[in-house]
C-alpha cells in the first residue's frame, strides 16, 4: 500500500524494492505497516524472518531507504544479495552530525515536503533525515554481517549480480557508473559550499542576537 515500497515474486525470487517511509514501520490508520504487510505477501509467520533473494535500494531518499535499516537490525528481513546506492556516491564526506546547518542539508536533499506546517514537525522531518546516512552504514554492514553479498551501484562490478538472476532476465540499465559520479561531484560540492555558507550565516545571527 506504499508505492515506495515494492515486493515482487519471479519464479523462486523473492525482491523487496526500497523500504517507504521510516513511520511505515509502524504503519498509520488504514495503512498496515510495511513489515506487516511483507508477512502476508511472503507469507512468513510473525517473528520468522522474510528470506529474500535480493534486497534493492534505488536512492538514498528517507522516503525509499525507510524503515529497511530497522527491519534488518531486528531482523524480519534477510537477503542473500542487496543491490544498494554507495553512501560514498550518495552523500558528500561534509555531511553528518545533527547541528542545524548539517540537518537543514539533510532536510532539502529530501523530497519537498509541503505539508509540514509546524517548526515541530519540521524539526523532526530534519533530524530524521541528518540521521539516515548514519542508518543507511549500518545496514550495510548488518547485512555483511550476515553474509549478504553486496552490490554497490557506482563502484561494484555488476556482472556477477546480473549472472545470479539472469534466469529471470534481470538487467541493470543504468544510471551508468560515469552519471553516478557526475552525480556524486555535484553532491559533493554543492553539500560543502552550502555547508560553509550556511554555517557562517548561523555564527553571524548568533552573534548579533
Known sequence: QYGDCLYCEVGDERILIDGGHSSDFKGSEG????????????????????????????????????????????????????????PKLAWSPEEGGSDSPAALLAALREEPRYDLDATDQ????????????????????????????????GTSALAPLEERFAKIGMKILGPSRAHLRACAERIHTGGRDFLRDATASFVCSFAFR
Not at 520468522?48 to 537490525?73: I, K, N
Open 31 to 86: 495503512h498496515p505497516s510495511i513489515p506487516e504487510q511483507l508477512r502476508t505477501l511472503a507469507a512468513t509467520r510473525k517473528g520468522q524472518a522474510t528470506a529474500l533473494t535480493l534486497l534493492v535500494v534505488s536512492h538514498a531518499h528517507a522516503d525509499h531507504v525507510g524503515c529497511l535499516p530497522a527491519m534488518v537490525d531486528q531482523g524480519m528481513i534477510t537477503a542473500e544479495w542487496a543491490l544498494l546506492v554507495d
Open 122 to 153: 519540521f524539526k523532526a522531518f530534519a533530524d530524521g533525515a541528518a540521521q539516515l546516512q548514519g542508518d543507511y552504514r549500518r545496514m550495510i554492514a548488518t547485512l555483511k554481517s550476515k553474509g549478504t553479498r553486496i552490490v554497490l551501484h
